[in-house]
Nanobody, 114 residues
Framework: VQLVQSGGGLAHPGGSLRLTCAAS????????MSWYRQDPGKVREMVAV???????NIAEAVQGRFTVSRDNAKNTLYLQMNSLKPEDTSVYCC?????????WGQGTQVTVSS
């Protein structure tokens, strides 16, 4: 599947943003859907993962602030980001399937600044 991201942009510290990742085809048979973020010169970091049965794994750095969800009927993955901090500034990418062999979205810049 092809993944198209939307959302993101500029937020103030403490603010909220929602990222959306729309798939071109069905995601019902894709177990893991994920969000990663990456800064220049750094390794891509897992932010949140959700399985087809709704189980989630959230990175410690964003636990309690970020929520991942998916709507298989709409073939869409979401990342709700609350209580944003400047250190959340990064390029966020969605993934369907696996890190090494799955599909990736185009990336969305999230900037948290006052």
């Amino acid at each position: 599947v092809q993944l198209v991201q939307s959302g993101g942009g500029l937020a103030h510290p403490g603010g909220s943003l929602r990222l959306t990742c729309a798939a071109s085809g069905s995601i019902s048979d894709i177990n893991l859907m994920s969000w990663y973020r990456q800064d220049p010169g750094k390794v891509r970091e897992m932010v949140a993962v959700i399985s087809n049965d709704g189980r989630t794994n959230i990175a410690e750095a964003v636990q309690g602030r970020f929520t991942v969800s998916r709507d298989n009927a709409k073939n869409t993955l979401y990342l709700q980001m609350n209580s944003l901090k400047p250190e959340d500034t990064s390029v966020y990418c969605c993934n369907a399937g696996s890190y090494s062999a799955g599909s990736w979205g185009q990336g969305t810049q999230v900037t948290v600044s006052s």
